[in-house]
């Protein structure tokens, strides 16, 4: 049995879509479950592109991480595959992605194999129960801004200072803590976190890097730390650009730079520029602005809410200001269950 004959074998049993396509996204091999999903469409067949079928960005920029791992020979937290969203030409299906290259990996170009699981009974872009979590998101960002800015420019005596701070930290973290309950039983019911990707940071930091890099936005990572956490890079990267330019909008002729860091809880990709900061008003338009290119045209506060992250805006004591997003860190990279 030749080589194509039995990977024919293999994958016809299979309920998922599985293509098979060559260095440049041509399909060579695909299997009875995506030709029921793809079959109808004259642009699904061998040496057909596979961006005639689905969204190219997500896959590339799925393809690019793994290329990027492999390249960077970091091998902390290997991952066989990266799991993504996308959609149909149409954006009438809705599919859960996995890609992953074949090998030989040496070549600069590589083939790669992608399955296609059609979530579109379950998925609904902009779910209600998500934005259910908007309300919570505003006193609770407005109150975590307002203790990064109490102790920056402390404005009262010592005694009152220090109580009113114990208050406003205790209580951003018990609403917080009830955000983040409520936000991970909504991931469960929505089946969400099964969309992401768990990346180590230190392959994250350097793929964000180096895309907002070439977008001429300088980087400053911390010290290197193997943390895991659970990403959509692609919705990750749309929200960062779509950030970075309305700051660039706003305010007009700054040099706006980038720092990435991490504390105990949380993954930080803090925008800095010199000038006034963002107000939580604004903050909130960004919330809901809806970006193009994402999957099912969806919100900034959707793909936030689907990685369980949030933005807001500080005033730092040195006339800059920081638009801050920060996605929650999962598990230690070296203490995989």
């Known amino acids: 049995m030749d080589h194509e004959a039995l990977l024919n074998t293999l994958l016809h049993e299979l309920k998922d879509g599985v293509l098979v396509c060559d260095p440049d996204a041509k399909i060579t091999l695909f299997n009875q479950a995506a030709e029921d999903l793809f079959g109808q469409s004259q642009s699904f067949g061998k040496g057909k592109s596979l961006y005639s079928l689905c969204f190219q960005p997500p896959v590339e920029h799925a393809l690019n991480l793994l290329n990027y791992q492999y390249e960077s020979n970091n091998q ?29 990996l040496t070549a600069q ?27 919570f998101r505003a006193p609770m960002t407005n109150l975590r801004a307002a203790v990064e800015n109490l102790t920056e420019y402390p404005e009262m005596s010592p005694v009152m200072h220090s109580a009113f701070e114990n208050v406003l930290v205790q209580e951003s973290i018990n609403l917080t803590e009830a955000f983040n ?32 890099q070439n977008k001429k936005i300088p980087v400053v990572v911390s010290p290197k730390q193997s943390i895991g956490t659970k ?5 990750l990267l749309l929200v960062l650009d779509y950030l970075a330019s309305s700051i660039k909008h706003k305010q007009k002729g700054i040099g706006l730079s980038c720092e990435i860091h991490i504390d105990k809880q ?72």
């Open 76 to 104: 902390s937290l290997p991952f066989p595959y990266v799991q993504f969203m996308n959609a149909s030409r149409n954006q009438e299906q809705f599919f859960r992605c996995r890609v992953s290259f074949l090998p030989p």
């Open 231 to 235: 990403v959509d890079i692609y919705g």
């Open 109 to 135: 170009k590589k083939s790669f194999v992608i399955i296609f699981e059609d979530i579109s009974a379950w998925h609904i872009p902009d779910n209600p129960l998500y934005m259910k979590i908007e309300e």
């Open 266 to 337: 949380f993954i930080y990709f803090d925008f800095v520029w010199s000038g006034p900061f963002i107000p939580p008003a604004a903050v909130k338009k960004m919330l809901a602005k809806k970006l193009q290119h994402s999957i099912g045209a969806i919100t900034v506060a959707a793909i936030l809410n689907s990685m369980g992250g949030d933005i807001w805006s500080q005033q730092q004591k040195n006339a800059q200001s920081t638009l801050r997003l920060a996605l929650p860190i999962t598990i230690k990279a070296g203490n995989k269950p």
């Open 181 to 212: 309950a409520l936000a991970g039983s909504c991931r469960v019911i929505m089946q969400t976190q099964n969309l992401l990707t768990e990346l180590n940071s230190v392959v994250l930091f350097g793929y964000v890097a180096r895309h907002l």
